[in-house]
């Protein structure tokens, strides 16, 4: 029996060192791929000549202009990928954001497969990454495909478009102008440009929701050396300014710095700390610009400069009052912004809100989003919100569609996805793996001589294009997922307001839909309801909206009962008021029977029937009842 355990013990000795062995190679050999990977970069090339014609049309050197492009290369497609800048990878590389958002399912596993994997891998598989090697992995799998031609430092003149298809693209580089004609286009731009060029119908910002002028803070990263990285871990484990968790090449955190670094400008703020470290240089996303137009080149050179001067005021801080920044200094500016929000197209399929909070599937899935809705903060004065965190989700082919104009596909953060959902599918990798998808379709659509609009709604076609990004590792199987109170009577009510951001779960998903509401939390609900379900219908009734509100306010936060609720509403709605105001509600059709049956008695109402009223309020502003009413409110009023 002894002998027996000391053979297993010897054996599982052995296998140790052979896996360890293993591990060391495989370790070593990426090592040396890394290594050779940056000594063998060239910058591109610009070709003195051009075809007159491809198969498939690219414009954007983003990361998802890449990944689209090396899939329709590989499916054999003649593939022009046209970028204005001289180099590729866009906001990773001229932006610095190489601190990877990576959306991960409930195993913690990343979601994103395909072509965005093998460029991660290809850049140490690790959440951040150095820029010139993603610089050269780009580069690299771009030139592995003979089908691609790359043209950089070029500009798109404008499209061509023809019986609302788009059929050709000006374009012009230091050899001439050229007039390069398409069987299909993907624009892969951060801002749809080349999509706008083709008369795309498109919204800004949160103009979905009534907020068009809502501009998320932009951020000028901060390129910094000689930081001691080990007082920095040290830091964020003893819970200094709040603490912060940390890995090998990344720490996040640290959100106490919202309060206690005094901004230097107007319109600026230091958030939390995202800190990169990549060998001797450490990359921080932290620097919050409000006010800036992404779409206005002087706007965002405004920022640019702003950003530079407090990056000096922000090191200036960070070396008197956090270990490890003592000795530190700054090594490089960005060239360009992080903007985080500007055009989103309307698509086939506008995907909501509602689905990334129920992790909804769907039938023409061409990959996965996994990323918390992260919408960024928009003033000095709120700290932004995560509404939701998803298990995961699935981005439909139709999303890639947009409206009124066909042979083109748009990928990236302007893809077309609601304003709310966008918070969470914006992230680079799920763009990847939209571009990939959007690659893969525009050979298939070539073959089988249809335009994308027909194959949007086509079974075969989609089932023949998911099968073609499973055999190039995408992750897409269909699934069922589960959702927090799905089911419940309110789980309806609960999607309506998710849609319109006005109720905000966190990264815990939870709403505390038991607990009492106020009649705070109805005024805030009920003003932010009129004003992003009918903008129009705000500026009638704002007067009575802030006489309600400033009412609630002053007698501070109490629970509001279900009567309560219905006197305001008929007051705001109708200039109504009386002990009837609940059967009223009924009467007029504000008030479901459904709403009514869960609601029967006056008393205290709990948030999940806060949540039902006032989704039923919003039903009720965005349909035609409200609109086919009597103007003049002073009659209704008198009633």
Aim: charge should be negative; aromatic fraction near 10%.
């Amino acid at each position: 029996m002894i002998k027996h355990y000391r053979l297993v013990g010897a054996s599982f000795l052995v296998l140790l060192f052979v896996y360890g062995i293993y591990f060391l190679l495989g370790h070593l050999k990426s090592a040396m791929e890394y290594k050779a990977l940056v000594q063998e970069y060239e910058k591109p090339v610009l070709p003195k000549k051009l075809a007159s014609q491809y198969d498939v049309v690219v414009i954007g050197g983003e990361p998802e202009g890449v990944a689209a492009a090396v899939s329709a290369a590989r499916k054999g497609a003649k593939t022009l990928l046209v970028e204005n800048r001289e180099e590729l990878g866009g906001l990773f590389t001229y932006g610095m954001l190489n601190f990877l958002d990576i959306p991960r399912g409930e195993n913690r596993k990343s979601v994103s497969g395909g072509i965005y994997k093998e460029w991660h891998e290809m850049v140490g598989g690790d959440d951040a990454f150095d820029i010139l090697t993603a610089k050269a992995a780009f580069k690299k799998l771009v030139d592995q495909e003979p089908n691609i031609t790359l043209v950089p430092e070029t500009e798109v003149l404008d499209s061509i478009v023809v019986d609302h298809r788009v059929v050709g693209v000006k374009l012009k580089n230091k050899y001439g102008k050229y007039s390069i004609k398409g069987q299909t286009f993907i624009d892969a731009t951060q801002d749809a440009e080349f999509a706008v060029q083709s008369n795309v119908p498109y919204f800004l910002g949160g103009e979905d929701i009534g907020l068009k002028d809502r501009k998320m803070a932009v951020t000028l990263m901060m390129h910094l050396k000689n930081v001691d990285w080990k007082k920095v871990k040290e830091a964020a484990k003893s819970g200094e300014f709040g603490g912060a968790q940390v890995n090998k090449s990344v720490v996040w955190g640290f959100s106490d710095l919202h309060n206690l670094y005094e901004p230097q400008e107007e319109e600026t703020r230091l958030r939390g700390l995202n800190l990169v470290k990549i060998g001797d240089e450490y990359y921080i996303n932290a620097l919050q610009i409000f006010g800036i137009d992404g779409l206005d080149r002087l706007s965002k050179q405004e920022a640019i400069e702003k950003g530079k001067r407090n990056t000096s005021h922000i090191l200036e801080f960070l070396k008197k009052e956090f270990p490890g920044f003592e000795q530190a200094e700054i090594a490089s500016y960005p060239d360009e912004l992080y903007v985080r929000e500007t055009r989103h197209i309307r698509a086939e399929y506008q995907l909501p809100m509602a689905d990334v909070w129920t992790n909804k599937d769907h039938w023409d899935s061409i990959g996965l989003g996994a990323y918390p809705v992260d919408v960024q903060a928009q003033t000095r004065f709120d700290y932004g919100y995560v509404l939701s965190a998803p298990k995961k989700y699935a981005i439909p082919f139709r999303s890639l569609v947009p409206q009124e104009i066909d042979g083109l596909l748009v990928v990236g953060r302007s893809s077309g996805f609601s304003s709310l959902a966008a918070g969470s599918a914006r992230v680079v990798p799920t763009g990847m793996v939209a571009g990939e998808a959007a690659g893969a379709a525009a050979a298939l659509a070539i073959n089988k001589r249809v335009t994308f609009r027909e194959m949007s709604t086509s079974k075969d076609l989609i089932e023949s294009l998911r099968a073609t990004l499973a055999n190039q590792g995408a992750y897409l199987n269909h699934f069922a997922a589960s959702y927090p109170y799905e089911g419940e009577w309110y789980d309806g009510s609960i999607q309506i307001l998710m849609n319109y951001g006005l109720i905000v779960a966190g990264y815990n998903n939870d709403l505390k839909v038991e607990s009492i509401a106020t009649n705070l939390t109805f005024a805030n609900l009920l003003k932010e309801v009129i004003q992003r379900a009918n903008p129009g219908e705000m500026e009638r009734l704002r007067d009575k909206v802030d006489s309600v509100y400033y009412r609630v306010y002053h007698t501070g936060s109490n629970p509001i009962t279900r009567d309560e609720a219905a006197g305001f509403l008929t007051e705001v709605i109708w200039g109504l008021s009386g002990p009837n105001s609940w059967e009223t509600l009924i009467e007029k059709g504000l008030i479901t029977k459904e709403l009514a049956q869960n609601i029967p008695d006056n008393r205290e109402l709990k948030l999940k029937e806060l949540f039902a009223l006032q989704a039923s309020l919003l039903n009720y502003m965005v349909s035609d009842t409200l609109r086919g009413q009597d103007a003049d409110f002073s009659t209704v009023g008198g009633q």
